[in-house]
């Protein structure tokens, strides 16, 4: 079976594909529509499109068919990147980081500890099983630093919420920064993996772009999709990872955050 990676960081390469598969569904009529009337063809509002409500599924179907992976890219602090290797990414596992929370801040009185889990208590349900992934480790670096700096952002908001009485308020999420080793695990997402609406959100991306280019009206880039998937990854998925440098810092004054761990015991 040929695999095909859809990559969001190779744009032309996925525009360029598109009439491979497509061209029945973005029939000449449609074509020739935007063409002719050049309107603002953006990802969030499909008014654009002539018979959105078919159009716009079809493509999706059709766009899932033809790759079989999508590319992504998972931000993360490991203690060890052997266990991704040998597990897998697997989804949020709470009680998992719980135990891990504990542990790190095992000289925290117990009585913080409960509570800030307490405050958590809502948030277990909704992401439990998780995984988040990029589509740009580019973007990610920019926007999603906090993920590769300090790693689980579960763990993260578990450390913001410690507060300790009578005592200087230590901002405690600094103490993730001394654990594991900042990473960007690089994935192929098997299409099946895919829920159906992140299916769909990144079809609604490329059709915009499409449409721009159909228009000769483009509108600026828009961010790449992202993944939130409610499964296990096996170790097959994973197909590479680095440790960058600098990555942008918002926890912090200075702005910028500097890894000097560029190597681990798992790199090449």
Same mark, same amino acid.
Request: proline share 6%; aromatic share 10%.
């Given at each position: 079976?040929?695999? $095909?990676?859809?990559d969001?960081?190779?744009?032309?390469a996925w525009?360029?594909? #598109?009439?491979?598969?497509?061209?029945?569904?973005?029939?000449? *009529? /449609?074509?020739?529509? @935007?063409?002719?009337?050049?309107?603002? =063809? +953006?990802?969030?509002?499909?008014?654009?499109?002539?018979?959105?409500?078919?159009?716009?599924?079809?493509?999706?179907?059709?766009? +899932?068919?033809?790759?079989?992976?999508?590319?992504?890219?998972?931000?993360?602090?490991?203690?060890?990147?052997?266990?991704?290797?040998?597990?897998? %990414?697997? !989804?949020?596992?709470?009680?998992?980081?719980?135990?891990?929370?504990?542990?790190?801040?095992?000289?925290? *009185?117990?009585?913080?500890?409960?509570?800030? @889990?307490?405050?958590? !208590?809502?948030?277990? !349900?909704?992401? $439990?099983?998780?995984?988040? #992934?990029?589509?740009?480790?580019?973007?990610?670096? $920019?926007?999603?630093?906090?993920?590769?700096?300090? !790693?689980?952002?579960? %763990?993260?908001?578990?450390?913001?919420?410690i507060?300790?009485?009578?005592? +200087?308020?230590?901002?405690?999420?600094?103490?993730?920064?001394?654990?594991?080793?900042?990473?960007?695990?690089?994935?192929? @997402?098997?299409?099946?993996? @895919?829920?159906?609406?992140?299916?769909?959100?990144?079809?609604?991306? /490329?059709?915009?772009h499409?449409?721009?280019?159909?228009?000769? $009206?483009?509108?600026?880039?828009?961010?790449? *999709?992202?993944?939130?998937?409610?499964?296990n990854?096996?170790?097959?998925?994973i197909?590479a990872?680095?440790?960058?440098?600098?990555?942008?810092?918002?926890?912090?004054?200075?702005? #910028?955050?500097?890894?000097?761990?560029?190597? =681990?015991?798992? =790199?090449?």
């Amino acid at each position: 079976m040929i695999e $095909r990676v859809l990559d969001w960081r190779n744009r032309r390469a996925w525009l360029n594909a #598109l009439p491979r598969y497509a061209s029945q569904v973005l029939t000449p *009529p /449609i074509r020739q529509h @935007i063409e002719t009337t050049r309107p603002e =063809c +953006w990802s969030d509002d499909f008014r654009w499109l002539p018979n959105q409500e078919e159009v716009l599924p079809a493509f999706s179907e059709k766009l +899932w068919s033809y790759y079989t992976h999508a590319k992504a890219f998972h931000g993360c602090r490991p203690e060890s990147l052997a266990t991704y290797f040998e597990e897998g %990414l697997r !989804g949020q596992e709470p009680d998992r980081i719980l135990q891990t929370f504990r542990r790190l801040y095992a000289d925290v *009185p117990t009585s913080a500890l409960n509570k800030a @889990i307490r405050l958590m !208590g809502e948030r277990r !349900g909704d992401e $439990r099983g998780s995984i988040w #992934l990029s589509t740009d480790d580019h973007q990610m670096i $920019r926007d999603h630093g906090h993920y590769i700096i300090s !790693g689980s952002e579960y %763990l993260l908001a578990l450390a913001a919420n410690i507060h300790v009485e009578d005592t +200087w308020e230590d901002d405690y999420r600094l103490r993730l920064r001394d654990v594991g080793i900042p990473t960007i695990l690089e994935v192929d @997402i098997p299409v099946d993996l @895919i829920p159906a609406r992140e299916r769909l959100a990144g079809a609604r991306v /490329i059709l915009s772009h499409w449409g721009q280019r159909r228009a000769r $009206r483009l509108l600026g880039s828009s961010s790449s *999709p992202g993944y939130r998937l409610s499964c296990n990854l096996p170790p097959s998925s994973i197909k590479a990872h680095y440790h960058p440098g600098r990555v942008k810092d918002f926890h912090t004054p200075f702005g #910028l955050y500097i890894n000097k761990q560029l190597k =681990c015991d798992m =790199c090449a």
